[in-house]
């Protein structure tokens, strides 16, 4: 509960009591009159400058202001509760929304750290979006988006953490309610571990991409309904705005559906593809041809993939910077050092789990990093986690 604090009144004099009707009187008449109001462009800046979170009171201010703040609020859906997002659904299904033209990025995430409520008795145990007998330990941020470091080495989605999780439960009708009222402007869709989506969301996705070519991003990961079809949707066209796709677990898509989808994606910089079984070399050498502006290449448990395929993405792709190669097992020290020797932006790979030789792993990242040293280049961060065995 917050509490204001208001300073004292001062003493009111009767030699001010004149003066202060006169100041009334005259407030009174101002009040009267219609303030001129402010120009667009001066609103336009105010509400850009503005937090996410306080554009709702400032659309209550007037009709011009509401005109102005109300698409604002709508131009980034940030979801990380099933209330929000059962209000959202409600809101799209209302044939009278028309807000939906402005929607440029829609995020799904999981819900903020759960507890049970009998730990934290001063807390509401009652909170929007909070399952029954759980309170939410974080508060949400609304002035997120979730684009926040999209163009960094942000973390994979956790695969391992299903307590208490709502993704699994939004359904291909809500989806299609949303997306058919914002696929006019949308260019960001995350929708990761919404496990019972599939190919119906990238079919609206392909009517984005023919009728605007906005698309700039897609996150996929763990929808499991996702298959060649579905893909297939957005490889009708040459898309050369889109810049991030995640596949992760996506466990259906096989070498042909990818490769004719790689190469209509020349401007991608970002892609993730994690446990994709079916893959090969020939996806990698696609992905090395059609996407020479490659940041950030994750082929985790692609264990199809072979030091023939780092050797091509190494010669191809010299804008990489993050790199991971875990779990791997065909791939060895000598493709492996190829993508070290040859890339002078990297700063980042996963080696956890691939081929390399673990007695002498040490020394071979030691002569790695004096190679890389002689050349001029910075140092590599290698991540080389524990691997559990069972």
Request: hydrophobic residues 35%; aromatic residues 8%.
């Amino acid at each position: 509960m917050q509490v204001f604090w208001l300073p004292e009144k001062e003493p009111v004099h009767n030699d001010n009591i004149n003066n202060n009707n006169n100041a009334i009187n005259n407030s009174s008449s101002r009040s009267n009159r219609k303030l001129p109001s402010l120009p667009q462009e001066l609103i336009s800046a105010v509400l850009d400058h503005t937090p996410r979170s306080n554009l709702l009171q400032l659309a209550l201010v007037s009709k011009q202001w509401h005109a102005e703040a109300n698409p604002r609020l709508y131009r980034h859906l940030y979801i990380t509760t099933p209330y929000h997002w059962d209000c959202l659904v409600r809101t799209m299904d209302n044939p009278e929304f028309t807000m939906g033209q402005y929607v440029e990025s829609l995020v799904l995430r999981p819900s903020p750290k759960l507890a049970p409520s009998s730990r934290y008795s001063d807390v509401v145990s009652k909170q929007h979006g909070a399952p029954s007998g759980y309170v939410r330990i974080e508060p949400i941020n609304f002035d997120l988006t979730g684009l926040e470091h999209m163009n960094e080495n942000y973390p994979e989605l956790e695969t391992t953490q299903k307590e208490a999780e709502w993704l699994q439960r939004v359904t291909p009708k809500d989806m299609a309610i949303v997306l058919n009222q914002c696929n006019n402007s949308l260019a960001y869709l995350d929708i990761g571990g919404c496990e019972l989506l599939g190919d119906q969301v990238l079919e609206y996705c392909s009517n984005t991409i023919t009728s605007t070519e906005y698309l700039k991003a897609i996150w996929v990961p763990l929808v499991r309904g996702l298959t060649p079809t579905g893909l297939s949707h957005l490889a009708t066209k040459t898309n050369p705005h889109l810049r991030h796709v995640d596949l992760s677990f996506c466990l259906k898509i096989t070498d042909d559906a990818l490769i004719s989808a790689i190469e209509c994606w020349p401007g991608l910089t970002h892609l993730r593809l994690n446990s994709l079984y079916h893959i090969t070399d020939a996806s990698i050498a696609a992905i090395a041809q059609s996407c020479p502006r490659l940041q950030l290449l994750y082929l985790v448990r692609c264990w199809q993939v072979t030091n023939d395929g780092l050797a091509v993405i190494a010669q191809k792709c010299p804008d990489l910077v993050y790199v991971s190669v875990a779990f791997l097992s065909r791939t060895t020290e000598e493709g492996v050092g190829q993508l070290i020797k040859q890339l002078p932006k990297l700063k980042w790979i996963d080696i956890t789990g691939c081929g390399i030789n673990s007695l002498f792993k040490q020394m071979i990242i030691g002569s790695w990093t004096k190679a890389r040293l002689e050349r001029g280049w910075d140092n590599i961060h290698f991540n080389d986690s524990s691997v559990a065995l069972l």
